[in-house]
Every structure is written in structure tokens, then in C-alpha cells.
């Protein structure tokens, strides 16, 4: 197993969201994302200026708009700045930060902002759904795998390096200790034959844990945002993301272990099921996670302390992502010259 | 130790073609990634071989919701991590760069495809690039946008159709000696100025023919170049920077953000004076105009000196363009991938019949949106 | 009754017959029932008979109903309004219908002019409650330099005399006119209620006279800008929102390639062509360029089926549109996960099952294709799996 080692830590330092509805006819696509990096610089206690690069996702088809990112500079304010654009679907809004981990720890960039936005009222969801299958084969087939509800909102984070936060934050630093993407194939129906392949939630964990040193997940973290698109594969994905056997998770779920005070609380934030704008979820998750540790979740904060915090995106044909984020720097793979 | 270099440590071209109706883009990519493969002999390995892949594809040419969804196979990508840098492939390099020196991964493999041809037209894509209220209303797409440019940029740099004819008429001199180029045909500057004007001043032959094509790399940190290559070719710098997005709002030929992005680029590569520094240079020329444009905007040139630089053999000076340009067709959301394909396999002495000798440092040069508001530029080197 | 949205479920039912347009319903024969739960709901039915409605409440079961339609008063009520989309209240299962829910959706328009809720009672605001309130609107940073004395005489009810003074960055409002004044205003005091609260367009009011103006004319007009707008206390701002509808739609020409290409071959022979991996033997359908385990190019093509075994399925309720043809399907229909014979165990294939089919689908089904009659090599060719009654009947 590869050890984990990054080249410099990174910390969350900003988060900001928009209301999230079926209806936002008061804002424009522009208007809608600049309202989330607003919000994400003054919960940094930053300006414009005080960013190296943005990074921008959502899905296109789903707003009919080619190339969003160059029509949304107006409002992420990437203007004169370095931007990359990168989408995985689903899980695009958990990429973002995946990316925005990457470009800072790469030592290219001091601060960038991510956003991830859907304006699902825009256009024909479930149409862009179906859109995913394959126009030969599946399409006609397929029926919206949309779950969760269809929303409107963006969602941003700021990202800073680790000599940055030596300077001071407004808030205290979240750290990203690492992250996992797990993709697979386009087809979706040999994951329902007679047997099944390990599924990519228990990849990305199993291999998460093992090179972070995490023998219990469910005894390290404290709290776990998941991206749960149903309530049904919520639960049956406990099992796989705590590398739990059998039933285990049916037990612990009866006995209360995931409610809000129990063990192992699961979406304090009411997780995807309450809302779900696409290229925003997955970032949703790591946001609500960061804001539990930062001890911000106001009506939903959880009860005891959290330190050792866990966040997942899901999209594609069962793509996943999986991170775990920390209240301190408590790990020592850091290379230093 | 944390890798301070990224290496290119292989390149691989599908060749571009105006209607490859044959093929499935799946089927080009695993052209690229066989050839990568064969190079380099690098496996997907959990422990030594490639766990990441950066994609660059686009939704709305594949389209499909989530393009990389459709090519997760022939990218190596079950169980690996993934990720799609949309429409812009050398920000596909660039990124794939800061992914290594993050320390995340060792080993990138860099994979982009799109087919112009698969759509009614490509021009009705690049509305849909325009806002929904304004832009798209009064019929802008990247062709007209440019000529508003174009007409602009002439005006400036005292540019005349027989510059432009010039730019095409050399264009296709060196795509006949580039066997992925897509127009290779030579033709005559007569041709040229006989062509058709799509949407004045621009005329048929000064716009890149619909492409099809697939291009790939293999990264490696310094580290672990070897075991792949005896040539890499080193990533110097990579920069990338967005304009305003209403057309009035920017000085079409002041090459504001190109100006940012290769000033960013040429510090990181500790480029004092990219006259002196720099040998060969690959810039996305979509339309002729363009092609001394950016040449400005990458400070080879002063402002509005584009037709002088054409007049005093700047073009051979810098080497510009040698793999034919994108005038000679490349899809657009990939152009700058196969930009950066030609510097490398350039700097590796690999480019067969159109090898330029001496070479160092080469620029390769990509833009995104209506008359450049995007630009990345990535510095190669030996 | 209890108001969702302003708007009662009774009153959308009492304004039905108002709203019915028996012309577009000469052809229909149809009763709707209603059921809306939770406070201010009830039951209701209407008959549409070749072009007559009528209306009912029900108190017992909706029974000789068509299609009935389930839900809670506040859904009902905001779908009603256009609060609430109807896919997302019929995709939460907060809105159920059983019966055709496409149907309704195509009749219900049609045949009724959409319920618009009743004008609310503008609240009544006088000018004197407008003209208290200036001082707190007032906006120093518009009228810096500024000293003047503006007198208000306001006629008729709600109305009285006032001076507004304006001097080193400061507003009053004092009772009766003061002398001397830099402008003086004299209206009925509905008109200068009714230019603040915009009801009165402020040009038209001065050039027809309604508006007497005394001393320095600019002042009179430069006024506005000192202060912040009135705004009713309690009331939210209407904007006007305005939606832009387009369809966008760029035609597409897909290759298949040689691989894909077998395999619709294959259908038109009505043959299930996989192609086998050479190293790990997993069989694929459709048939792919790689084997995305074993990252090798797949070259060898096997005839698998064309009866299998249905692993898993689920039944739709709620259909999507087909993006291709734009087309809803009918409801219900299944979607089952079959494994034909000879295919590797993991290789699931969905298929559409027949419809009348569905009560005895199970887990572990044989099936068997259904063709097109003529099949052309497209995906079209397979219309889906019916469950095998030769096996069944063993």
C-alpha cells in the first residue's frame, strides 16, 4: 500500500451556499453563483483579490449552457485569475475539492476558490439524465435516475495553504488529510448480475483507510456526510464506506449508533435527499462536514466535539468520492525537503 | 522528497480527420492509449502504475451528460481515480501537473477526445456558449465573434489578406509533412483569397476545418521519468488566465488575458525575456488572424507588430507553428493538447520530417470561449 | 378554511365551473376524483361529459372516478398556483394519481383556464402615514449642501399640512406650513399617496395639473432623491419575473464503430452478440472496445441467449421523457435486469418486460426477447423480454 503523502497541507478556510430551491427565478446562473462566493469570501474574511484561482463545475446539459464557466466568470470573479474548469458528473462538486486540494498542495497556488452551482430549473433534469446512457444502447431504456430533489444553488470553499493559515484565519482552519476518487465503467447493469464486484464505496474506503492508518472508521470519525441520493442506498452504503459485514449496519442503525447523538451521526445537513443541485451536491458534503468540525452547523450542529470528520460524493455509473477532514493537523506523511 | 519537475515522458496522436464517421471516439482513445502503453510500457498497477487519469472531453460535443462517463474504460479508469478537465486541454496538462506535485500521484495519464463531426454544427455548440438572454439572441458564436476581432486586429497590426493567405499557404506546408494533421492538401495563396468569406473578413481557408481526433500524454514525476523515457520533456510552467465575458467590455486586441497567462508562465519558468528564451512556440491559431495575434499576446512581439513579425520571418524564427497549427484541424476543445504534443515530441527530436534542430524550450499555446477569453500557456523544455 | 399560499382548495373548486371551456371538451368523458388531505382539505368530483362539468363534493369513497388524484391541501394548492412543480410533488410522491397521470396533464390544461387567485385588498395607507415617516427615510448622502423647506398642502381625507426642512445633512417633519418655503406642493392627499406608493405616475400627475406647484420648480422635482422609497410595513416588493422558454436542440449522427456495429448487426438477425474478454472470459452486452477489468482490447464476438434470467427489476410509476422522441411512456412498466444464458454471471442486461407481464415477474424469471416485426439493426429492433410461459408452464 502506497503511503499517503502530500507536499503541503491544506486547509478549508471559507464556505459559502446559496439557498437551496425548486425555484429561484429571482437570480440568473451568474447571479445564483456570485451570491456563494460572496458568502464564501466573508465567511473567510477575504476579498476578490485575495484569490490565485478558481475552479468551476457543474453539468451542462442539464442548463443547455456550453462552456459555463466562461458566461459564470461574471460571478465567480475569475476574472485576470487562473480557473480551471473540471466536471465528473455527480460527483463534480467532491472534485472541486479533490481539485482545489490538488492545486494548492502542488505548492502552483496559495488560495483558490471552488464552486459548484446547478440551476436544475433551467432544464429538463431527468432528460439530462437519461442523456448519460449511452445514445446507441441504454437511452431509451433509461428512466431518470435522478433521486433527491431537484434544486437550484451553489455552493463555494476556500482553500489555502498551510503558511497562509500560519497568518491567521477568520475561522479556524478545516484540514483536508486526503481523498480518494474511485471511477468505473459506463454500465450500470452488471453491477445487478448474479454477483457482484466489490463495490467502489468499499474501494475508496478500504484503500482511504488503510494508507491513513484507520483501523475503525467508525470509532475515528465523528461524523459523516454522505451523499445519499435515496434513503434506501444510504443505508445500504453504510455498510460498504465502514467496511462493516452482514447486517452490521442494520444493527447500528436500529440500535440509534448513526442518529444525530449517536456514534457515528450521518447528515446532520439532511444530506442529498433534501436537496440536491447536481455540480453543488457532493461539495455540499464536505462543506457541511467542515462547518461540523468548525463547530458553525448552527441549527444542525451536532452535540459532541467533532475532530475527525469523514465526506463522500457519488455520480456517474457508481463513481465515489471519499475524504476525510480533520480539526487538526494530526498526521505526520507531510514530505518536507 | 517532494518532486519539485514533471516530466512528459510520452505522446500519443490519433490523427485528426474532418468525419472519422467509422469510428467511436471509445475506439480512438484506446488507439492513443495502446500507443502510450507501447512507448512507455506503464500499467495501471495499484502500486506502480497509473492510478490517476485526467480527461478532457466535453458534454456537449459527446453529447452526453458526464462525456468521461462514456470512455471511463478505454481510459484505464475502473477503480482509478478520475477526473475531466472540460473543453480545455492543456488546462488538462496544467492540472495534471499540479496533481503530481501535490504528491498525490507519480504517475498521469493525460487523455482527450472530441468529434466535430458528430454534431450538426459546431457553431450551434458555440452559441450555446453565449448567455441564454443576450448573447445566443443576437446569433454570436465563436466564428462571428472572431471576425469582430479579426477586423479589429488587421486595422491594428496593418494585416492584408495577403498575410493571411501567407499564414494558410505556409500552414499547410508543414501539415503535409505532419501525418496527424488534418488538411494537408498544399494550396496556393490565390486559393486562399478566392475563398469564400464565411463572416468577413475571414475566409474559408483562414477558418480550421471540422476535426475529429484523440490525443494523449504520460506524466511522471521527476522522480520516476526514467523508468519511462530517456527523452522527458519538462514541464517549465504552466498559467492559465479568463478575460471578461461580454465582448464589449474587452480591447479585442489588447491580449489582455493571454498577456497574464504567459507573463505567469514565463516567471514560473524563470523566462526574463521570451525573445531570447524561446525556440519553438505552438500557438491555437482557429483562424489565420489569430495566429499573430497571440504571438503578441506572448510577448514575441510588440503590440500591433504582428504583420512585421510575419514580414521578418518571425514565424521561422520561433519555429511557429511547425506541426501545421490548429488552421490545419484539430477539434477545438483538444487543439491545445495536440499544441502541446507537437513542443514535446518536437523537443524529443521525434518530429519527423518537420524536426526542428536546436530546440530547448518551446511555448504551446491554447484558448477557450468567444475571441480568446481564455487563454493557458504551458512552457516546455528540454 | 385554511388559506395555502392565499388560496383555499375550496376555491380553486368553486371557480371551476367559472374556468371550465366547454368547446375544448365536446370529446371528453371523464370523472376526476379529488382528494386533499389535511386541514382545508376534502373530497371532490368532477364529471366532464361532452362538454358539461360538474362539480361535487363527496363525502364517502370517490367512487365511478377514472382517475383520482391524491395529495395534501397544500400541494394541492401550490401546484394549483404554480408554487409547487408538479413533477416534483408527483416525483416525491407527494402528488399521486392513479390512473394516467399523462393524460391529465395534457386534458387538464386544455379544458380549464388556469386558477388565478383572487386581487388582495391593496392595504390602505394614507398620506399622513406616508409623510411621518419621511425623516426616517431620509438619505444625508443625497443631499449633502442641501437646505430647504418643502411645504406640503395634502386635501381631502388622510391629508393635512407639512413642512419638511432639509439643512446641514438633517430632515424634520414639522406640522403646518412654514414661511418662508423654497417650494410648495398642494394635491389631493390621495395623489401624493398614491405617487408614493407608485399606483400614480409622478409626471403625469404634475403635467395634468393634479399637482399645484408654488416657488422653485427644480427643487420640487429633485425632492425624490433625498429620500429612500415607501414601502407598505408588512409588504414584500413585487418584481416581475420573467422566465425565458427555449428548446435547444443541436441534431447528432452517432458512429458505432466496428464493435458496437456487431452488435446491432446481430440484432437484426435477432441474435444476442457479446463479445468475450480473452483474458478474464467476461462477456459483454452490449459489446465495449476493452474489457475495463482486464484493459485489453476485446476482439472475439459469442452468441449468448436469447432466453435468460431476471436478477433483479423494478416497476416505473413515474416515467421520464424519452430524450430521443420527447415520447412519456405509459405507466407502469418494468425494467428488468436479465442475464441471458451463456452470459457471465455479473453481465446483467436491462430490458424492458412486457406489461401484462408484470404481476408474475419475480426475481429468478425466465425470459424471452420480443422482436421488432422488422428489425433494422438499431436498438429499437428488441422491444424487450415477456416472461416464458413454455418454462413457466414446467
Redesign the interface.
Known amino acids: 500500500m502506497k503511503k499517503h503523502a502530500k507536499n503541503g497541507n491544506v486547509a478549508i478556510i471559507g464556505i459559502g451556499q446559496t439557498s437551496f430551491s425548486?425555484?429561484k427565478?429571482?437570480q440568473n446562473q451568474v447571479e445564483m453563483v456570485q451570491e456563494a462566493v460572496i458568502n464564501a469570501l466573508a465567511d473567510a474574511g477575504l476579498k476578490i483579490g485575495d484569490i490565485d484561482c478558481i475552479v468551476h463545475g457543474n453539468m451542462e446539459l442539464f442548463e443547455?449552457q456550453f462552456a459555463p464557466d466562461l458566461w459564470h466568470s461574471l460571478g465567480t470573479g475569475a476574472y485576470g485569475k487562473d480557473e480551471y474548469r473540471i466536471t465528473t458528473g455527480g460527483t463534480t462538486g467532491a472534485t472541486l475539492v479533490c481539485a482545489a486540494d490538488n492545486l494548492v498542495a502542488s505548492g502552483l497556488y496559495g488560495t483558490v476558490l471552488a464552486i459548484g452551482m446547478e440551476k436544475l430549473q433551467e432544464g429538463?433534469t431527468?432528460?439530462g439524465?437519461?442523456?448519460m446512457a449511452?445514445?446507441?444502447?441504454?437511452?431509451?431504456?433509461?428512466?431518470?435516475a435522478l433521486t433527491g430533489?431537484?434544486s437550484d444553488g451553489a455552493c463555494a470553499m476556500i482553500f489555502t495553504s498551510e503558511e497562509k493559515v500560519k497568518q491567521g484565519t477568520k475561522n479556524p482552519p478545516v484540514w483536508i488529510r486526503d481523498h480518494i476518487q474511485v471511477h468505473?465503467?459506463e454500465t450500470?447493469?452488471?453491477?445487478?448480475?448474479?454477483?457482484?464486484?466489490e463495490m467502489t464505496h468499499h474501494c475508496a474506503a478500504r484503500t482511504l483507510f488503510a494508507r491513513n492508518g484507520i483501523q475503525d472508521p467508525v470509532a475515528y470519525f465523528d461524523v459523516f456526510e454522505m451523499y445519499d441520493p435515496s434513503a434506501w442506498w444510504a443505508v445500504d452504503w453504510l455498510r460498504e464506506f465502514f467496511l462493516l459485514k452482514g447486517d452490521e449496519h442494520l444493527r447500528m442503525l436500529e440500535a440509534g449508533d448513526f442518529d444525530l447523538d449517536g456514534r457515528i451521526p450521518i447528515n446532520p445537513s439532511g444530506g442529498v435527499i433534501a436537496s440536491n443541485p447536481i455540480g453543488a451536491t457532493a461539495m455540499l458534503r464536505p462543506a457541511e462536514a467542515a462547518l461540523q468540525i468548525r463547530g458553525d452547523a448552527g441549527g444542525h450542529q451536532i452535540k459532541k466535539e467533532v475532530r475527525h470528520a469523514l465526506a463522500s460524493g457519488f455520480g456517474g455509473t457508481f463513481w465515489t468520492v471519499l475524504m476525510i477532514l480533520e480539526k487538526e493537523l494530526n498526521w505526520q506523511e507531510v514530505n518536507h525537503d | 522528497m517532494a518532486t519539485k519537475r514533471v516530466a512528459i515522458c510520452a505522446v500519443a496522436q490519433h490523427k485528426n480527420g474532418s468525419d472519422?464517421?467509422?469510428?467511436?471516439?471509445?475506439?480512438m482513445l484506446?488507439d492513443v492509449l495502446?500507443e502510450l502503453q507501447a512507448q512507455t510500457g506503464f500499467t495501471?498497477d495499484e502500486e506502480t502504475g497509473v492510478n490517476t487519469i485526467v480527461s478532457c472531453s466535453d458534454d456537449?460535443f459527446d453529447?452526453r451528460t458526464i462525456s468521461d462517463n462514456g470512455v471511463?474504460?478505454?481510459l484505464?479508469a475502473?477503480y482509478r481515480g478520475e477526473e475531466k478537465i472540460a473543453q480545455e486541454g492543456l488546462n488538462a496538462v496544467g492540472y495534471a501537473q499540479a496533481v503530481i506535485l501535490s504528491g498525490y500521484a507519480d504517475l498521469v495519464l493525460v487523455m482527450g477526445h472530441c468529434?466535430e463531426?458528430?454534431?450538426?454544427?459546431r457553431r450551434?455548440?458555440a452559441n450555446?456558449g453565449f448567455d441564454?438572454?443576450y448573447g445566443r439572441a443576437v446569433g454570436l458564436d465563436n466564428l462571428n465573434a472572431a471576425a469582430l476581432q479579426a477586423r479589429a486586429y488587421m486595422k491594428k497590426a496593418g494585416l492584408t489578406e495577403e498575410h493571411l493567405a501567407g499564414i494558410v499557404v505556409r500552414t499547410r506546408q508543414f501539415a503535409a509533412r505532419n501525418p496527424y494533421a488534418n488538411a494537408r492538401e498544399i494550396v496556393e495563396a490565390g486559393k486562399v483569397i478566392a475563398s469564400p468569406q464565411l463572416c468577413d473578413p475571414i475566409r474559408q481557408l483562414h477558418a480550421y476545418p471540422v476535426s475529429d481526433g484523440a490525443v494523449g500524454m504520460l506524466l511522471a514525476s521527476e522522480e520516476r521519468a526514467a523508468e519511462f523515457t530517456d527523452r522527458p520533456v519538462w514541464i517549465a510552467g504552466f498559467a492559465n488566465c479568463m478575460d471578461s465575458y461580454f465582448l464589449g467590455d474587452r480591447d479585442l486586441t489588447a491580449n489582455f488575458a493571454l498577456k497574464q497567462a504567459a507573463g505567469r508562465a514565463y516567471r514560473k519558468a524563470g523566462i526574463a525575456d521570451p525573445r531570447k528564451e524561446i525556440d519553438l512556440v505552438e500557438v491555437m491559431d482557429a483562424y489565420a488572424y489569430q495566429q499573430p495575434l497571440w504571438i503578441e499576446g506572448l510577448g514575441l512581439c510588440g503590440d500591433g507588430e504582428g504583420a512585421r513579425f510575419l514580414d521578418q520571418g518571425g514565424q521561422e524564427k520561433y519555429r511557429v507553428n511547425l506541426s501545421g497549427g490548429m488552421l490545419a484541424g484539430n477539434p477545438v476543445i483538444i487543439a491545445g493538447l495536440y499544441r502541446a504534443a507537437e513542443a514535446a515530441l518536437q523537443l524529443r527530436g521525434e518530429a519527423g520530417e518537420r524536426q526542428a534542430p536546436d530546440l530547448k524550450r518551446a511555448v504551446a499555446h491554447s484558448t477557450t470561449g468567444a475571441a480568446g477569453q481564455f487563454h493557458s500557456v504551458l512552457i516546455l523544455e528540454r | 378554511m385554511t388559506e395555502y399560499f392565499g388560496t383555499t382548495v375550496a376555491d380553486i373548486f368553486a371557480t371551476m365551473p367559472k374556468r371550465f371551456k366547454p368547446e375544448e371538451a365536446k370529446e371528453v368523458d371523464i370523472a376526476i376524483g379529488y382528494e386533499a388531505t389535511g386541514e382545508g382539505g376534502g373530497k371532490w368530483k368532477a364529471t366532464i361529459k361532452h362538454g358539461t362539468l360538474k362539480v361535487e363534493t363527496v363525502d364517502g369513497d370517490l367512487t365511478g372516478c377514472k382517475t383520482t388524484i391524491h395529495t395534501d391541501a397544500e400541494t394541492f394548492v401550490g401546484v394549483t398556483l404554480g408554487?409547487?412543480?408538479a413533477?416534483?410533488a408527483l416525483?416525491?410522491q407527494k402528488l399521486r394519481v392513479a390512473g394516467d397521470p399523462k393524460f391529465l396533464m395534457l386534458l387538464l390544461p386544455k379544458i380549464f383556464t388556469p386558477y388565478a387567485a383572487p386581487e388582495k385588498k391593496p392595504v390602505s395607507v394614507t398620506a399622513r402615514d406616508i409623510i411621518t415617516t419621511i425623516a426616517e427615510r431620509f438619505r444625508p448622502e443625497k443631499a449633502e449642501g442641501v437646505a430647504m423647506t418643502i411645504g406640503y398642502d395634502l386635501t381631502g381625507e388622510g391629508g393635512g399640512r407639512w413642512t419638511i426642512v432639509i439643512r446641514d445633512g438633517k430632515c424634520a417633519v414639522r406640522g403646518g406650513l412654514a414661511d418662508p418655503l423654497t417650494v410648495k406642493m398642494t394635491m389631493e392627499a390621495k395623489t401624493y399617496a398614491g405617487m408614493m406608493l407608485g399606483t400614480i405616475e409622478a409626471v403625469t400627475a404634475f403635467t395634468s395639473g393634479q399637482v399645484k406647484i408654488e416657488g422653485d420648480m427644480a427643487a420640487a422635482g429633485a425632492t425624490a432623491k433625498f429620500f429612500r422609497k415607501y414601502v407598505v410595513p408588512g409588504a414584500t416588493e413585487a418584481?416581475e419575473?420573467i422566465?425565458?422558454r427555449?428548446t435547444?436542440a443541436?441534431?447528432?449522427?452517432?458512429?458505432?464503430?466496428?464493435?458496437?456495429g456487431h452488435?446491432?448487426a446481430g440484432l437484426r438477425e435477432k441474435k444476442f452478440l457479446a463479445n468475450r474478454c480473452p483474458k478474464c472470459g467476461r462477456t459483454?452486452i452490449?459489446p465495449?472496445?476493452?474489457?475495463?477489468?482486464c484493459?485489453v482490447?476485446v476482439h472475439e464476438f459469442v452468441e449468448v441467449g436469447p432466453k435468460g434470467v431476471v436478477?433483479?427489476f423494478d416497476i416505473?410509476y413515474?416515467?421520464?421523457?424519452?430524450?430521443?422522441t420527447g415520447a412519456v411512456r405509459d405507466t407502469p412498466y418494468a425494467?428488468a435486469?436479465v442475464?441471458f444464458d451463456g452470459s457471465?454471471?455479473?453481465?446483467?442486461?436491462?430490458?424492458?418486460l412486457k406489461k401484462e407481464d408484470i404481476p408474475r415477474l419475480k426475481e429468478g424469471a425466465r425470459v424471452r426477447p420480443v422482436w421488432a416485426e422488422v428489425t433494422t439493426g438499431s436498438?429499437?429492433d428488441l422491444i424487450g423480454v415477456a416472461l416464458d410461459e413454455q418454462e413457466e408452464s414446467l
Request: hydrophobic share 35%.
Open positions: 425548486s425555484h427565478e429571482d443547455m429538463n431527468t432528460g439524465i437519461t442523456n449511452d445514445p446507441l444502447w441504454f437511452r431509451n431504456l433509461q428512466t431518470g430533489t431537484t468505473r465503467e450500470i447493469p452488471n453491477l445487478f448480475g448474479f454477483n457482484k464486484p | 472519422l464517421w467509422h469510428k467511436r471516439f471509445q475506439g484506446l495502446e495501471f456537449f453529447a471511463a474504460d478505454v484505464g475502473q468529434k463531426s458528430q454534431s450538426e454544427s450551434m455548440i450555446m441564454p438572454f | 408554487k409547487i412543480g413533477l416534483d416525483s416525491s418584481e419575473l422566465s425565458l427555449v435547444n443541436i441534431e447528432q449522427r452517432f458512429a458505432t464503430g466496428p464493435v458496437m452488435w446491432f459483454q452490449p465495449r472496445e476493452i474489457c475495463a477489468w484493459r482490447r436478477t433483479h416505473v413515474f416515467a421520464s421523457p424519452d430524450p430521443l425494467t435486469y442475464v457471465t454471471e455479473r453481465e446483467a442486461v436491462t430490458m424492458d436498438s429499437r
